[in-house]
């Protein structure tokens, strides 16, 4: 498996050293000089398995290509940014970012946190989920139901993905909202019984599966769940 790195980094010397700890650790870097370059190359490869991104770029910066990327996207993200104090840290993981590494940075410390990332990014596309007729293909988020591909967006996706993770298991909306939508989501909690009204009708027969425990929340109702 082929994991592909999207460096978001304006400073050349600086974008060529983490491209070569990268490529040293067996990944293949794609280079972004700036954020709108970087929104461009992340939506023109669809296999982009983690994005680095800098902070301070010029035409958008980090937090803009951020929050461009988390409206389609759950793609691993790393901010990369010289601003290392605890405000903008946890600024950036509240607006989505997986991890926060601050310049300069310790190669050590910079290597583990990559492959820590990278591991999770293998484990989480090394399955193809079966479940009766319906199957899930990690690698792409592809959603085939008797040999027919049936389009999700990324919330769909991801709901769908949890519901399956936790078949047989009611899940209450709160437990679906903090998982799927993320803990600093502050819009309507009701925003889940419509996701899940058209994942029910995208699935067709196979959304006969997500039950509605009344008083309780949700629930992917299987006989057999199968992860092969």
């Excluded at 974008?15 to 794609?30: A, F, H, Q, S």
Aim: negative net charge; contains cysteine; glycine residues 6%.
């Amino acid at each position: 498996m082929d994991i592909k790195i999207l460096i978001a980094e304006d400073d050349n010397i600086f974008r060529n050293l983490v491209c070569d700890i990268v490529r040293k650790e067996g990944y293949m870097p794609i280079e972004a000089c700036d954020g709108e370059e970087a929104i461009n190359m992340f939506f023109n490869n669809n296999d982009i398995d983690l994005v680095i991104l800098d902070v301070m770029m010029p035409v958008y910066d980090g937090w803009e290509v951020l929050k461009e990327i988390r409206e389609k996207s759950e793609v691993p993200i790393i901010m990369l940014t010289a601003l290392g104090d605890e405000k903008h840290e946890v600024l950036g993981l509240k607006k989505g970012a997986d991890d926060y590494i601050g310049k300069p940075f310790s190669y050590e410390i910079f290597v583990a946190r990559l492959n820590n990332i990278v591991k999770k990014v293998k484990k989480k596309f090394s399955d193809e989920i079966a479940v009766g007729n319906l199957r899930i293909y990690q690698r792409n988020h592809k959603v085939v139901i008797d040999d027919e591909e049936i389009k999700l967006n990324p919330k769909e996706y991801n709901l769908l993905l949890y519901l399956i993770g936790n078949a047989n298991t009611v899940l209450s909306r709160e437990q679906i909202l903090d998982k799927v939508w993320g803990y600093n989501f502050d819009g309507d909690i009701r925003t889940i019984d419509t996701h899940i009204k058209t994942l029910r009708a995208k699935l067709l027969e196979q959304g006969d599966c997500i039950k509605t425990i009344r008083g309780s929340g949700y629930m992917f109702e299987v006989e057999k769940y199968e992860n092969n």
